[in-house]
């Protein structure tokens, strides 16, 4: 069974930094893409960024560009998702989700239960 | 990017009817080379993650009721519940992973009449 558990949520200044990650079991993590995708308070869901099998190839959505980094070691079946100077737009749950094949460029077919990121002073 | 919109917004139907929500892309996301239109339908129930539901337009994933179903190409697709039921009740969303960024649609919130 596919599992992915998000961790490292919490309540950061804007401005400040935060560091998800998403441990995944049950499958071979090495050939899968893996994405972020988020959902503020009450609205829909956004897409964030997306990795490939290899790490080769990443993207990200306009509103985390530059801001926010993308990463996985394939050695500790862990992806993660660097976030720095957050702003209190920034504020969602983060969801890790599995890309069906190795691609960016595949649906996602399991997901995590998400972490909460709440941007505030 | 490409823009996806749905309609309607919200709909209620009685149990055991039809349930129709439409989804269109700004741009074809059907990839001429594999002939796959790429384009997802999920359903999220209050408190939970999003599921899976249809994939490359109109494949079903596996262990989804197959009162659950999805048509459409190019820029214009539908995912329909052929008999509603209660566990049915969610939003649901469309997104396309044609190019990057990957875009959802709004979501269209059902519930039984």
């Known amino acids: ?121 | 990017d490409i823009v996806m919109t749905q309609s309607p917004e919200s709909l209620a139907v009685s149990l055991g009817e039809r349930a129709t929500i439409n989804c269109k892309s700004s741009q074809s996301v059907l990839y001429s080379s594999n002939n796959k239109n790429y384009l997802a339908w999920y359903q999220q129930k209050p408190g939970q993650p999003p599921k899976l539901l249809i994939y490359w337009a109109s494949t079903r994933e596996s262990g989804v009721p197959d009162r659950f179903s999805g048509s459409g190409s190019g820029t214009d697709f539908t995912l329909t519940i052929s008999s509603l039921q209660a566990e049915d009740v969610a939003v649901y969303y469309c997104q396309q992973y044609y190019s990057t960024p990957f875009t959802f649609g709004p979501g269209t919130k059902v519930d039984i009449k």
Request: contains cysteine; aromatic residues 12%.
């Open chain 1, 1 to 121: 069974e596919v599992q992915l558990l998000e961790s490292g949520g919490g309540l950061v200044q804007p401005g400040g930094s935060l560091r998800l990650s998403c441990a995944a079991s049950g499958f071979t993590f090495s050939t899968n893409g893996l994405s972020w995708v988020r959902q503020a308070p009450g609205k829909g869901l956004e897409w964030v960024s997306v990795i490939n099998y290899n790490a080769g190839s990443t993207y990200y959505a306009d509103s985390v560009k530059g801001r926010f980094t993308i990463s996985r070691d394939n050695s500790k079946n862990t992806l993660y998702l660097q976030m720095n100077s957050l702003r209190a737009e920034d504020t969602a749950v983060y969801y890790c989700a599995k890309n069906s094949g190795g691609s960016c460029y595949s649906h996602f077919d399991n997901w995590g239960q998400g972490t909460l990121v709440t941007v505030s002073s």
